[in-house]
């Protein structure tokens, strides 16, 4: 794998780590791909007791990846669709990932970004962390990724940041439920630590078996809702509000409904 790491200690806690730090960890095609490939790989071996989601460099996940993006605009509706099953794919993979799924969140968390940190059970993030759900400034909605990012935060807390892209720091997060607790940086490693801690003395079988169940008794994420977000993602990236949004970014120019 070039774009993600898995490490792996004694006592069975893995780190899935995002390895684009020069890409500030954005979601690419490969990235996607490989990240569905290792949550595979973790849920079947028996070893892994628990997860750690992390990544290298200054920033978590920026979200999608740049070149990623021109390439969908480019795209027809159907490589689109497609494009956007491997993405839908990759979130449920991690979101049914039978161990616990930690997030250690540092730097920026933007798009696809704070999708990947509400497929986790708990995150942990930086104090100094921001965050945005920024897709409405390229004209685009944050469709993949809904049902979790709804699930984690209620629909009420997401209304406060689901469709105004405005950035907000790890506090809001907090009170967002998006983060379970904000820490300085130097203290993140010992907060992920307690929160890994306590599942090493729990039975493997009983901690799977319970996060399948409040999974059912949460909002349902099945395949229908997941279809209908793959065809609102389409559809906005068809619309001439997400050509006008991309050209005005790639442009480094304001977007014509900009004051």
Not at 137 to 157: C, D, H, K, S
């Amino acid at each position: 794998m070039e774009t993600i790491r898995i490490e792996v200690d004694r006592r069975g806690v893995a780190g899935l780590v995002l390895a684009r730090a020069e890409k500030h960890n954005a979601l690419s095609a490969q990235m996607i791909a490989e990240l569905t490939e290792a949550a595979g790989r973790l849920a079947r071996d028996p070893a892994v007791r628990v997860v750690v989601l992390r990544a290298d460099g200054d920033s978590f996940c920026a979200g999608g990846d740049l070149g990623w993006m021109q390439e969908q605009m480019r795209a027809d509706g159907a490589t689109r669709a497609r494009e956007a099953t491997k993405l839908a794919a990759m979130l449920g993979a991690l979101n049914t990932l039978p161990k616990p799924l930690i997030g250690r969140v540092q730097g920026n968390a933007f798009g696809g970004g704070i999708g990947m940190m509400s497929v986790c059970d708990v995150a942990v993030g930086s104090d100094s962390a921001r965050f945005g759900l920024t897709e409405a400034r390229l004209g685009l909605i944050p469709a993949t990724i809904g049902p979790y990012v709804v699930a984690r935060m209620g629909e009420a807390m997401a209304r406060r940041v689901f469709m105004s892209a405005r950035l907000f720091g790890a506090d809001e997060a907090v009170r967002l439920g998006l983060l379970a607790q904000a820490v300085p940086a130097a203290d993140l490693d010992a907060a992920i630590e307690a929160e890994v801690a306590p599942y090493l003395a729990c039975a493997p079988g009983a901690v799977a078996e319970a996060k399948r169940l409040v999974r059912r008794l949460g909002p349902p994420i099945d395949e229908a809702v997941i279809a209908e977000t793959i065809a609102a993602l389409v559809e906005r990236w068809e619309s001439p509000e997400a050509a006008e949004g991309i050209a005005a970014f790639f442009g480094k120019r304001k977007p014509n409904w900009s004051g």
